[in-house]
């Protein structure tokens, strides 16, 4: 199956996020930089599809110049082409970047011969969280998409996706060609081997000047939450602690 990835380089989970003193930027000074957890998984998924069945993963970056560590990384554990639209490092909105991503997208079918039977999209971004672009993306290439996929079967000219519900699973029989929008917890995405690593470096990189105009949504202000702080109590540093903790857990409920 030939699959497309489509990734995203966000701040590390978990870090500190300051905005820049016009408040139009995150300031990534200090920050560590990785692929989006959705997108991590979407990408674990499309490589063990083709080592099952085979095939062959394209990933797919918008973004700065250093967004190539992330393609590099998708390289070290199995992807076969790695492409990048450069951007700046500005920041553009939803309809700008799917209007981007279908450019390259298509020109990277028409190089290839034969569309792509599967594009993966994290079910959103970890920055923005916006769960636009997918859909945008699949709306302008007139393909069906499914959101929030937790499982995926391949067909013969069809693909079977799998949505978590409160109730179980809702079961989706996608015609192929076809969008999917991956949830974390799909899968357990691997680390890459010494053996992948040292390939990444030699992987070829596309670069896919895209021209795109700006789309109808214009950021405003970004705004970093007040920060709450807490105090920690220390209970004791032996066993006469003992009797605080079990008056905590009475008075929590938990015994």
Known sequence: MNILVCVKRVPAPGSKINVTDDGLAVDAAHL??????????????????????????????????????????????????IILVPTNGSAWDPQRTAAALTVAIQTAEETNGEPFELILFGNESADSGGFQVGVRVAHKLGRPIVNAIKGIDPGDGAVTARREIDAGFEVYNVATP??????????????PTMKG????????LTNAEIVAEAGGQTLVKLHRPAEQASNTEILGTDESAAGAVVDILEEIGLC
Do not use: M, W
Request: glycine share 10%; aromatic share 4%.
């Open 197 to 204: 690593r040292l390939a990444s470096k030699k992987a070829e």
């Open 178 to 191: 076809a969008v999917l929008g991956v949830k974390e917890g799909i899968n357990l995405p691997r680390y």
């Open 32 to 81: 560590g930089f990785t692929t989006s957890p959705h997108e991590e998984c979407a990408l674990e998924e499309a490589v063990q599809i083709t080592e099952r069945d085979g095939g062959q993963v394209t990933v797919l970056t918008l973004g700065p110049v250093e967004a190539e560590e992330q393609l590099r990384y998708a390289a070290s554990v199995g992807a076969h082409k």
